[in-house]
């Protein structure tokens, strides 16, 4: 997908109130947005990264035989 057309959008700085280092980054990055006091949502290029992390995880677990499960994030 050509970056012209992807939803992404990037910041010189980072809010005041991101702390660490990587919190920073993922904000001014685009990965992520803060939609409320201590929940972010993944922006389409941090779901790209998350999906691609869980299928390397999956493919590992996979290997050694396990099975896969979910549970609820949020009650």
């Known amino acids: 997908m050509r970056q012209s057309r992807f939803f992404h959008t990037t910041y010189k700085q980072a809010p005041k109130d991101a702390q ?3 919190h920073q980054l993922l904000l001014r990055g685009g990965f992520i947005r803060q939609i409320a ?3 972010y949502a993944f922006l ?3 779901f790209r990264v998350w999906e691609k992390i869980i299928a390397h995880i999956d493919d590992a677990m996979q290997q050694l035989g396990s099975q896969r499960m979910s549970t609820p994030s949020l009650h």
Do not use: K
Request: no cysteine.
């Open 20 to 22: 660490l280092t990587s």
């Open 37 to 39: 006091a201590g929940r």
């Open 44 to 46: 389409p290029l941090g």
